[in-house]
């Protein structure tokens, strides 16, 4: 079997990251990626990103063309297609598919970086939906929704965003959250008050979404039990995301909000694995800087960790833990 | 007196990086650099850059320049050479001196992001050595030590790395280390074993440093208290670095290192001040990628923070704290 001192999972910004400094730092390393490029998320983001120090992109598609060439041109060691059956912490073994071919790796350390995808509302109508390709961004595909209802779900600054952004295309907005008050920064929610094209229908929840070529009316639920129905266009949903910690959920310690629990280094409850980006971290405080941050630091830890154990200077390790 | 919601001191990496997420987050902000341009230690770096992310850099210099240009293109507002003579943490009130004209600024939050510098060895002749600007980069000062003697002072990875450097660059080397073992990591520690022109002398200090117009010779002193002399052409000093925390030290708890004690978001013991970068950072965990992080989470926390102030949402608050 193949041995590895550092197995990366997730080929985002973090798994990338960590893969950089690990070649810097001479770690013997290998990222595997379930899908068929690197980046993760990044190709997601349809807004320009302007909080990146040093590097602006017009979206995160050309962001993660200038990740995907730094990782290259740094010579680092990657497969994609490459799904994780199994993790084995005992013996510290991944069992992995890549094309049709199963094989099995040995690792002295694993650093896991799978991100967070969208959180669903596990209602009926949701999957077929999502499953049509009904999967919209607010701030690229706006304009085909100008003179079309729409339903915007959630409370938070991704939801009012979207929100403000499809009204400003003339789209007839539904914003629709299952609380009273919104989570959102202030500056959106005085905004989306003062649109005459949004409506606010706060304290109710969607039970159904309806449709089958494309979506066609919503079911909903307001806290006084009282049922109705909205003929919409599109459903955007913007409850939040969901880590994606499903894998690993009985090999380390999760938070209740599906968050790996970690401490400052990057160290999860299982000594040998670690967790980096948005996998381990609220999304509040998400973002590229501190996914990158996250991962030098593990890097360096495992990078110092391992040369320790080869040279067996145990007093030095037990002292630079913060 | 001008009140600004988030004062910012500090223009490295990490002060850019926040003043940058707080223009992107709409939080009234201002950086105050002591110098007379913006980037803190980065124009020191004499290497190429290959450890953050989707930047290549030759060296620090080139760096620094793309973050300045970023910073200007966000529109985020600073004051150069501006130095802080005080700070009131009861009245919130820093006093400022820019030019010869003396200040007083009210601030909400203060982030202190002034970084660290090198350790000195505290020695009689070193501060006049650092006066005649004897102060050498091994990586871009390297050949003009060809057949001359230099001693570098230090066991960590810096030192070794620069004991390399100048050997290859035919110097000759004296490595000088208080203790008996390296830091560095064991590659270095190999390579410096191995070459003739690299002599280690271990459990040893340097007691003085002579010399007129230039470094001379250099007395020492073993750990069995034997003391002699060395003659040298140039002392390069690489015992570590020295967090600039004095300002703050009677304002904020720090440790016995002097790095400032923060909690995962960056906050220090007083509620109303924060700390990012080098200030707060073991050097060992020190990168830019690690001080923009930081940044990010600071300024997202403190945007959080003021909206929430403005609309008392506090029950949101005490919820999104790690």
């Known amino acids: 079997m193949k041995h590895i001192d550092v197995i990366i999972i ?38 320009e990103i302007i909080d990146y120090p040093g590097l602006y992109a017009k979206n995160g598609k050309v962001m993660q063309q200038e990740f995907a060439a730094y990782f290259h041109n740094a010579g680092c060691l990657y ?12 013996s510290k073994t ?21 991100g967070s995808g969208p959180k669903l509302l596990e209602v009926p109508g949701e999957r077929e939906m999502i499953a049509r390709g009904e999967v919209y961004s607010a701030t690229a595909d706006r304009y085909r929704f100008k ?3 729409v ?24 914003l629709i959250h299952r609380s ?29 979404i309806h449709g089958e070529q494309c979506v066609t009316s919503i079911d909903l639920l ?50 040998a694995i670690y967790a980096i980006g948005d996998i381990c971290t609220n999304p509040l405080f998400s973002s590229i800087a501190s996914s990158n941050g996250q991962a030098a630091i593990v890097a360096k830890y495992l990078s110092l960790l391992l ?10 390790i037990s002292k630079f833990k913060p």
Request: with cysteine.
């Open 10 to 47: 997730g080929g985002g910004p973090a798994g990338m990251s960590a893969a950089i400094w690990c070649k810097r730092l001479g770690v013997d390393h290998l990222l595997l990626e379930k899908e068929e490029k690197l980046g993760g998320q990044l190709t997601q983001i349809h807004n």
């Open 79 to 90: 497969r994609l297609h490459t799904k994780i059956l199994s993790i084995d912490a005992s």
């Open 94 to 114: 991944l069992k992995i598919q890549q094309e049709n071919k199963i094989e099995k790796l040995h690792f002295h350390y694993l650093v896991l970086a799978m």
């Open 147 to 149: 003179n079309k209802v």
């Open 151 to 174: 339903a915007v779900v959630g409370g938070g600054d991704r939801a009012l965003e979207g929100a403000i952004l499809l009204a400003d295309a003339d789209a007839a907005v539904y």
């Open 180 to 208: 009273e008050n919104f989570k959102a920064r202030s500056q959106y929610v005085d905004i989306v008050t003062k649109k005459e094209n949004i409506k606010i229908i706060t304290n109710t929840r969607v039970t159904s």
């Open 222 to 271: 307001n806290n006084k039990e009282k049922a109705f129905s909205l003929k919409v266009d599109a459903v955007f949903l913007r409850i939040g995301s969901k880590p994606n910690s499903e894998l690993v959920k009985s090999l380390v310690k999760v938070a209740e909000n599906e968050l790996i629990v970690t401490d400052r280094i990057g160290q999860t409850s299982n000594s």
């Open 307 to 316: 040369t320790n154990e080869q040279t067996s200077k145990h007093k030095f």
